[in-house]
């Protein structure tokens, strides 16, 4: 089966500092991937997704490339901001049409 | 639409009682995941519909646990004779997919938190 690991939280980081919050998967084969966020008292939205090798998800600032040579999914973003704080969560799932597996997420705080 | 909804919101029970939960999901999504999540880690899958039938049940589903989806609209899930270790957060998403079709993105509700004491 497949699975995902991502990088231990928690991170901290100052406004406009850069971010990057690891992802690595295994799997038979080439699963879609995805970057999934929770903010405080919300439900998990979607941030971005890659169904391909070398394709780029990107949303809000956040990027993410599906990078098959290293079975990984980097989640990143240049400049956070404060309202960025929140837990990540990276996912696979076979094209898309199979139930998604969850990393175990990184709790991301941005300080003034 | 309103996106997908969980009642209730917070469930506290003792244990060796029965709880149920309900999901509505996006009205035009044809396929509802329950997950469960537990403190400081990721959702982990339960089972997933696909309109009335039940297509995939994980091992993590024990035989306390059933979930239906009658109508291929809300669905619910039941947690008989409750333990402690039953207490996480239970997540509905929903999605429009099939065999043949890529699944779209899967949108999730805010969940139901089980206490058992």
């Known amino acids: 089966g497949n699975s995902v690991t991502q990088m231990e939280g928690p991170v901290t980081l100052s406004e406009e500092a850069f971010l990057t919050i690891n992802c690595t998967y295994t799997?038979?084969?080439?699963?879609?991937l995805f970057w999934y966020v929770q903010y405080p008292g919300e439900g998990l939205q979607l941030l971005l997704k890659?169904?391909?090798?070398?394709d780029k998800g990107s949303n809000k600032g956040f990027e993410a490339t599906y990078r098959k040579e290293t079975t990984s999914f980097h989640l990143e973003k240049g400049s956070v901001q404060v309202s960025d704080s929140a837990v990540y969560f990276c996912a696979s799932s076979y094209s898309g049409n199979t139930p998604l597996v969850f990393g175990k997420g990184t709790r991301l705080s941005v300080i003034a | 639409d309103t996106g997908v909804s969980q009642d209730p919101r917070h469930k506290i029970t003792k244990r060796g009682q029965n709880v149920t939960f309900r999901c509505d999901p996006i009205s035009e999504h044809n396929r509802l995941y329950w997950y469960r999540q537990t403190l400081g880690q990721g959702p982990e899958f339960l089972t997933y519909f696909q309109n009335e039938a039940q297509l995939e049940k994980s091992r993590l589903l024990s035989d306390r646990f059933s979930a239906e989806r009658p109508k291929g609209s809300f669905s619910t899930l039941e947690i008989q004779r409750t333990e402690q270790g039953d207490s996480a957060m239970y997540l509905c998403a929903s999605s429009f997919g099939g065999a043949s079709l890529t699944n779209t993105e899967a949108f999730f509700g805010q969940g139901t938190r089980l206490t058992v004491v």
């Open positions: 799997a038979t084969g080439y699963p879609s």
């Open positions: 890659a169904t391909k090798a070398d």
